[in-house]
């Protein structure tokens, strides 16, 4: 009798694990089901968009980044203008549309006014960021001439240019990276030329989205040579 009621107790007793377990395991597959009003983490590439921001997308549709202002609109709806920091660098970054939608991205970076080899450095720094997400470039140019950081005849004013730019194609979209930097030398307390003399962009851009596609091409009518002559 002892045996029969001992045997009882642990088939009880195994099924109230069992039973157990399953609970656990329904549990557990609710609150994956649940809805935690997470947002998924979406990293698409380039053949995407940039930063996410789908190729084509309408301009009332602009993304939020972090680390940036309210976006600018300009009157013709046809460029929105953010400016905050991307790693290193203070930049503008201009989101511009055609009829087709976003097509490009243009981001100006913020430079040394009177350092050429800062200025250089900096390209370089990011030519090489560049590279090493999308291999190296398909097209170089670097020019630099005029008087080096030693030259100081103050009653001869010349100016040091440096022009650099590199290429990817990763298609269906083409990179372009561009330094054209003017610095004064000698430096002086007062600019001789006022104004913005350098700059350094970085361009993403679809080809495919870049033509309006509201424009018709309309052949040339050309007058007859008897209603010339």
Same mark, same amino acid.
């Given at each position: &009798? ?43 590439? %380039? ?21 940036? *202002? ?7 709806? !046809? ?10 660098? !203070?930049?503008?970054?201009? @989101? ?14 913020? %430079?040394?006014?009177?350092? &050429? ?33 030693? @030259? ?18 990763? *298609?269906?979209?083409?990179? %372009?990276?561009? %330094?054209? !930097? ?17 700059? &350094? ?8 989205? &870049?033509? !309006? ?17």
């Amino acid at each position: &009798m002892k045996r029969i009621i001992l045997t009882l107790f642990i088939f009880s007793f195994i099924y109230a694990q069992e039973e157990n377990v399953d609970i656990t395991a329904d549990t557990s597959a609710a609150i994956d089901s649940t809805d935690l009003n997470v947002e998924p983490i979406d990293n698409f590439g %380039l053949d995407f968009g940039y930063k996410d921001y789908k190729w084509g997308s309408a301009i009332s549709n602009l993304p939020l980044m972090e680390n940036f *202002s309210v976006a600018q609109v300009n009157s013709d709806q !046809s460029s929105a203008l953010l400016t905050g920091t991307l790693g290193l660098d !203070s930049v503008d970054v201009n @989101y511009v549309f055609s009829d087709s939608g976003f097509w490009k991205v243009e981001i100006d970076f913020s %430079l040394s006014a009177d350092e &050429m080899d800062d200025n250089i450095n900096t390209f370089l720094r990011l030519e090489k960021n560049i590279s090493e997400i999308y291999g190296n470039p398909y097209s170089t140019e670097q020019t630099l001439n005029g008087p080096s950081n030693s @030259y100081n005849n103050f009653l001869n004013i010349k100016y040091s240019r440096s022009f650099y730019r590199s290429s990817w194609n990763v *298609s269906p979209v083409k990179i %372009l990276l561009i %330094l054209n !930097s003017l610095v004064q030398q000698p430096q002086t307390d007062n600019s001789i030329l006022e104004g913005k003399l350098s700059f &350094m962009k970085l361009v993403y851009y679809n080809p495919d989205y &870049m033509i !309006s596609t509201n424009r018709q091409s309309q052949e040339q009518v050309l007058p007859s040579i008897y209603d010339i002559y």
